[in-house]
């Protein structure tokens, strides 16, 4: 079979790069999707506050993909479901399988890889004690409660304060769970400012900044689970130990973009982000092969995933149409003080007609402050923030005409 795009992943990411790369006139769509539904992860997201950008409206989850699949179904884009994605080669062959085609190949043009992210597990965290029942990832016990309709315990305490950590807090408590805490490693919450207020403080659920997980309790199931304050370095301090009693850890300790199939492609990733690197179009190392949300990097908010999608299908599009093509010097983009990473890494100024859209975390909280970004020693554009934070993605908008030398451009933090 050959195709002219094929998209991995049917989440939000996958739908908007479907819709905007058939808007730019490409026909001969295709996208593969593991799961039994379309919409990614929005399916067992089902509180409110999606689509604040997009449409204006507070969404639930499935009602912001439900917009996408409509869309998605009016311009009869095709889709295979519980369809999973085996390989990728390095020639765009795509190797799949399902129960009614078994294993099989598509020879693509073009590509979208729209994967989405997993959930880190507590493997990655050497917390000492047995293994008891009673021990979730958050997205694990989201997906009990929100799709399966099981409640995966009474007491609970929750380790790691981003978003998923934050949600669950509250959709436990509303579920008749008590939720005794809420800890965190860092000195500052991964999550949003709204969600630890609509999540925590209008449930009184206590948010221990600073705390770790350093003992589980119970051979069976969790009998409780002992918190301590850690230094600056993350290590425990003695002596700060306390016991909570609880029949469920629920762990939110982050999430790690699903690059397999890219990275066995021999596509370039980024050590920080965990995702492709791309140019301003979204475009990987690998021809033809595009980038876009979750996958890429780590989103807040799911309206940016879909603009960063509609980038990538178009791109895709005009991939497919012009064979657009790489050109030798493009301008490096760093993530200078301050500033953890940049999604572009680099700006290919012959194809940059539009202005392009950084977008960038900090590494820590700051008040007051400015965002600036330089090429070598001339400042191209400063802007005041109020405060920055890791958990709230940044963007600054840059233009063709800023730029007149190929020199590297850094976007920094500074004070205010
Ligand atoms: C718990 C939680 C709460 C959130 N709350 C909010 C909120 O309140 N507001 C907001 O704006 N955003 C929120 N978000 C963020 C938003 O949901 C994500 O940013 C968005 O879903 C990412 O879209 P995506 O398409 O990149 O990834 P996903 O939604 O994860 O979709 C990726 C898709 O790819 C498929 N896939 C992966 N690998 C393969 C393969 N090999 N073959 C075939 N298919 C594959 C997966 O099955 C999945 O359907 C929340 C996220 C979570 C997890």
Redesign the pocket.
């Known amino acids: 079979m050959k195709k002219e795009l094929v998209i991995?992943?049917?989440?939000?990411?996958?739908l908007a790069a479907a819709v905007a790369a058939y808007d730019a006139g490409l026909r001969d769509i295709l996208i593969?999707?593991?799961?039994e539904r379309l919409?990614?992860?929005?399916n067992?997201?089902i509180?409110n506050?999606?689509g604040l950008h997009t449409f204006r409206e507070e969404l639930t989850?499935p009602e912001y993909a439900g917009r996408f699949i409509k869309q998605v179904e009016e311009r009869k884009i095709s889709y295979k479901l519980q369809?999973?994605?085996l390989e990728l080669s390095h020639d765009r062959i795509i190797t799949?399988m399902n129960r009614e085609d078994g294993v099989f190949q598509i020879e693509a043009e073009s590509v979208v890889l729209?994967?989405?992210?997993r959930e880190r597990s507590r493997g990655a965290l050497n917390i000492p004690g047995y293994r008891p029942a009673g021990i979730y990832s958050?997205?694990t016990a989201?997906r009990l409660v929100n799709m399966e309709g099981l409640m995966p315990g009474k007491e609970v305490v929750i380790l790691g304060s981003g978003?998923?950590g934050l949600?669950m807090a509250r959709r436990m408590t509303l579920e008749g769970a008590k939720v005794k805490v809420v800890a965190e490693l860092m000195p500052y919450s991964g999550g949003l400012k709204r969600n630890i207020v609509q999540c925590l403080q209008d449930y009184d659920i206590p948010l221990k900044l600073s705390h770790t997980v350093v003992d589980i309790q119970g051979k069976e199931r969790v009998e409780g689970v002992t918190l301590a304050k850690v230094d600056e370095k993350g290590k425990p301090v003695p002596g700060t130990e306390e016991f909570y009693t609880c029949d469920t850890l629920l762990l939110s300790v982050g999430?790690l973009p699903?690059n397999e199939?890219s990275k066995k492609a021999g596509i370039k990733l980024n050590a920080v982000t965990g995702g492709p690197i791309v140019d301003q179009r979204l475009a990987t190392s690998m021809e033809g092969v595009f980038a876009?949300?979750?996958?890429l990097h780590v989103?807040?908010?799911?309206?940016f995933?879909s603009q960063e999608?509609m980038l990538a299908g178009k791109s895709a599009a005009m991939y497919v149409q012009m064979q657009t093509k790489d050109y030798d010097q493009p301008i490096a983009l760093l993530a200078g003080e301050g500033v953890r990473y940049t999604v572009p890494a680099y700006l290919v100024t012959e194809e940059m007609e539009e202005p392009v859209t950084v977008r960038f975390r900090v590494t820590g909280i700051k008040k007051n402050c400015k965002i600036v970004v330089y090429q070598g020693d001339v400042q191209l554009l400063s802007k005041k923030r109020p405060v920055v934070a890791p958990g709230e993605m940044e963007s600054v908008l840059l233009k063709k005409e800023m730029l007149h030398t190929k020199e590297a451009i850094r976007i920094c933090v500074e004070e205010g």
């Open positions: 991995i992943g049917g989440g939000p990411a996958g593969l999707e593991r799961d919409g990614g992860i929005l067992q997201c509180h506050g999606f989850g369809t999973m994605v799949a729209a994967m989405g992210c958050a997205g989201q978003d998923i949600i999430l699903e199939l876009c949300g979750n996958v989103h807040d908010l799911v309206d995933v999608a």
